[in-house]
Structures are given as C-alpha cells and as structure tokens.
C-alpha cells in the first residue's frame, strides 16, 4: 500500500467541495440506504414504475435491434407479469431464468418482481451436474429458458427433481413484435404475453423489503454452487448507494453493461444505478474488448460496469480511433487494482471511478462515493477489520475470547455487524447462513458475518481491497470454488488426491487456479485427456492453468490440505522440485513448466 492511499482530514476535506452539488441526491440515496422497517413496500418494481412515471420518453434499454422507452419496458413487463400470474406464479413462487444478456432477460426480471416472485438468475456457462444440481437447488416451478440454451437446458432436464414444471420458450430475435413458435413441448411466453394488459398491477405495491428478488448462485467455499437471497431490501440499498450517493445519472447518460446479468453487478448495480436518475442501459451479449469502443461512441455512453479484469483487457488493447475523446465520465464496478488504477483514468479520460465493494449474500457494501484513488470506498453500516491468522485460517482471539481489530493501514479479515439496520439474508440453505455468522465477536451475544475477505483500513470509514480468504479465489471475474474443481480432479481415472489454490500470474487480476495432484500407485497422467475431461466438467474461467505432481499431501488434523506452502511456492520450478505442467493461451493441453517458460510468464510474454 502507498501511504498516498491514507485519507488524512486535509485530503478528506479537499474532496468535499467536488461533491456539494449531488449532496441532496446523495441525502436521498442515505435514506434508502438506511431504512430499518422491512416490512415497507419499497422493492425494484416500484423503482421501474417510478422511473417509467418521471422519464416515460426517455430510453431505458438500447441493444443492437431495439431502443426501448421507459414507459414501453415497463408496460411490456406489466403484460409478462399478469402472463405469469395467469400460469400459476404468485408471491414468493420461484421461476428459473436461462438467458444470455438481452432486454428479454431484463423485462422478465422486472415482470417477476413486480408480482413478488423470485428470479433464480442461472450461471449461463454452467453445464450438466453442476447446473441440475443449481437449479434442483432453488425448486422453481417454472423455468424460462432462452433459445440459446434450450439444448443446455434439455440434457439435464431428466436430472430435475420438477422436471414437469412449466416451461417457457424465448425465441433469440425481436420477441416484442415477432415472437418465433416454439419447439413442441414449450410455452410461448412471449406471444402469450402481447394478449394481457399493459397497466401497472395492484400487486407490485404489497412487495416489501424483506421479500427475495433474485437468487444469485455463489460458488462460496463448499462445492456445488450456492444460491444467495438478493431480497428487495438489498436492491433498495443499493438503489440508494450507487444509484443517488454514487454515481447519481440522469435520464441523459446511457450505462453501458456487458457484465453478465447474472452477476449482481449488473442486475443489481447496474441497474439500480440507472433506474434511479432514468438512464439508459446499453445491453451487450458479451463483452468484446475490440468491439467495446466502437460500441462506446455507437451509443454515446456516459458511463460502463465493470470489473477489474475487464479493464485490464481494454489497457492491453492497441490504441484505437474510438477511444480518443469518448463520451464515458464515469464507471461503476469492482476489482479495479491499484496498480492499473491511474494509467486506466489517464489513458482513457475518467473523471469518476466508482468502484465499490459488495457480495451477493454479505449484508455490507463500500462506494466510492467521495472519488478517491485505489479504495473500494466509504461504507455507513457498521463494520470492523481483525487481526487474522493466515497459517490456521482463523481470526485471531484474546484470552478473553474476543477478537482484535487491526490499526490503520493494517491489513486484516472484514467482518460486518449483523443488525435490524444491516441485516443478513443468508442463503437458501440455514446451515451454510450460520456457517458465514461469527458470535461473541467483541462482546457476549452479538453477531457478525464473516465477508471472507482481507482489507486494509485507510482511514474515514474507507477500506482498499486486499486479498480472497479460504477456499474461494477469484479469476476472471468470476469466484472460483476449489472444492467444484477438486471434485472433477478426483473423477479422473488415477487421480488419488487433488489440492486447488489459487496463484497469481503477474501482470493479470485475481488468481488463476492451480492443482497438485497425488496419483494412485502405478498410474500415469495424461496431460491431453486431463485438459478434455476439465474442459467438459468446468467453466472454462475455473480450469487450472497449472499442475503439479506430488508424492503425498499434507493435511491438517480436520483433513483440511495445507495450502500455504503450495501457494507460497506456486509454479516456480526452483523451489518445486516435482513435475509442474502449465496450459498457456490457445493450448488445447498441458505442457511442460520448465525455468524457460517460467521467465516467460513472469515476463508477461503470455496473455492469461
């Protein structure tokens, strides 16, 4: 850390001036931060219909095809609302959602929230037993899958424990003014839904805080994914933190969102962000660096979402003509590193950089509400930084039993007060909820949840990122659960014992994962069968890239492996003396690590 970072009283109150003109939205976005009563009927239906009542001619989302206003997407979403109620979906039914990036997605969303039904927002890259396992998981009854992954959706289909549950066709085209047949067997919601009326509904003003909007899927630290409750409260927060305290947008800027709409970046951030002021969402299938500024002056975005590790991909890019004098002044994201932090606002002209921090099931979040350098930003729920044992992977106690926070510029683990003000959702699953709470933290009774995540207090309630804890790491944007990727070492025939940890590779975000494996006696690998079998049971983002042989593992007495030696030697073949392999980019396999293709990638000679 760069002692640069600390936020003194001077810098603090240097910062002030630049934000007194947003202090009445900023005053707004705390009272949505903060409101205690979760039983009051605030939720993100009522945030569209307001947005839809004050900007009903402005563009809520623009994509390739279409440009849709406010006042046409949400009566759109009306009329898939009272579709879905008129098939069964009521208040807290829960309804599977399998689409890629579209404004279909998103009038879905708003169509199940208005009638207080939950979206369970599918990983669109998951595949065979760890998909049936997500979606057996949340027991929709009902699942609306795209055209896209109809086939995706059908090879697990006889592994659902609701396999007879309604299913809806999208058709991947302009739904709204030519919807497709569909294939035998599915329901048109579509086509059903230009019959229905296009008010608002009755019901969208009984959806109280408290009630679940989205499950969004976490890998956490156990496995198979989990599925985090997004409740309406949590959307209203962040409503109020990043769409009036952060970013604060007008219905004249356009957000331009390739994140996946899975991930609460976008459906949550993003989003709330844009509906809050009426701006425009510029949706993108997929994220293209090549295509990302072309795409920028397309739609004369004001502002983007991302993640660290996109942005790393756009330093690398060449300068090209688009990105000269674009239109962005803001972005909103998270994982933005300290060490691209300044070249990326230099090199591209950012006035703001709102990154934050927050977790789908954590019940705190940080903005950058003040615009200062390399910080996730200032958090107003009630928080403490604690000393942390690495070795034994624990917080660190007094005699007493409670725990210690750390000093100022100290790095430790985050946790946050669970409280009336600030409370935890949890999972769908009680046990993995109390799993995530520690008790009798700094007195008798209370209750903290555990973010799993080391920071460094920087001073005036600002934090910076440090590091992942535990058995999750992230890479490519994406949390990478190393027991999933342990379970699909084990299946392979001769593979005894497999130990995932992630590793960091210079000159990317987050870290990539990295497997020792103990093969059964006798057996051999095979490097190339390995990377097929890996490649059909994982994301691609949670492969290993590098691999190393061992003659046994260590284990702690709970069986748990010991990582901190692993990771400390990593992939370097002068302190492993076992075989290393490592996957480069555009190999189909493995290959062999030696101190020549170490150099290179501490070079940087390789795009990871």
Partial sequence: MSHADLITPTRFLAHLPATLGR?????????????????????LGWALERAARLYPDSPALI?????LSYALFNGWANRIARTL???????????????????????????????????????????????????????????????????????????????????????????????SQPPAGW?????????????NLPETAQVRLKDACFYIYTSGTTGLPKASIMSHGKWIKAYGGFGHSGLALSNSDVLYLTLPCYHNNAVTVCW??????????????????????????????????????????????????????????CMIGNGLRPSIWNDFKARFGIE??????????????????????????????????????????????DGKGFMEKVGKGEAGLLISEISDKWPFDGYTDPSKSEAAIFRNVFKQGDAWFNTGDLMRDIGFKHTQFVDR???????????????????????????????????????????????ALRLSDGASLDTAQLAEHLDRELPAYAVPLFLRLLQQVETTGTFKYKKTDLKRSAYDPAQVSEALFVRLPGDAGYRSLDSAVFEEIRRGEHRF
């Avoid at 976005?29 to 979760?38: E, Q």
């Avoid at 994509?63 to 440009?67: G, K, S, V, Y």
């Fill in 469 to 515: 804890l535990g058995d999750t790491f992230r890479w490519k944007g994406e949390n990478v659960s190393t027991t999933e990727v342990e379970n699909a070492l084990g299946a392979f025939p001769g593979v005894e014992d497999a130990v995932v940890y992630g590793v960091e590779i210079p000159g990317t975000n987050g870290r990539c994962g990295m497997a």
């Fill in 85 to 179: 109620q008129a098939e069964g979906v009521r208040h807290g039914s829960v309804v599977a959602i399998m689409l890629e990036n579209r404004a279909e997605l998103m009038v879905i969303l708003a169509a199940l929230a208005k009638v207080g039904a939950v979206g369970a927002l599918v990983n669109t890259t998951q595949r065979g037993q760890v998909l049936s396992h997500s979606l057996n998981l949340v027991r929709p009854s009902h699942f609306v899958v795209g055209e896209e992954l109809r086939e995706v959706f059908e090879d697990v289909r006889p592994a659902l424990e609701n396999s007879g549950g309604r299913c809806y066709w999208v058709a991947d085209g302009d739904t709204l003014s030519e919807p």
């Fill in 23 to 43: 202090v009445p939205r900023m005053l707004r976005g705390l009272y949505y931060t903060g409101i205690r009563n979760r039983e009051k009927n605030l939720s």
């Fill in 352 to 397: 703001r950089i709102t990154e934050f921090y927050a977790s789908s099931e954590g019940n705190i979040g940080f903005t950058n509400v003040f615009n200062f350098d390399n910080t996730v930003g200032f958090s107003p729920a009630t928080y403490a930084i604690v000393r942390y044992d690495l070795e034994n992977d624990q917080p660190v106690r």
């Fill in 187 to 199: 329901y048109n919601l579509m086509r059903m839904a230009q019959e229905q009326n296009s008010t």
């Fill in 272 to 329: 709330s962000a844009a509906l809050a002021g009426g701006a425009a969402i510029a949706l993108r299938r997929k994220f293209s660096a090549s295509a990302f500024w072309k795409d920028v002056q397309t739609y004369q975005a004001t502002c983007f979402g991302y993640i660290g590790e996109l942005c790393r991909y756009l330093l690398n890019q060449p300068e090209c003509p688009e990105e000269r004098g674009n239109s962005l002044t």
């Fill in 63 to 67: 994509d390739e095809r279409r440009r």
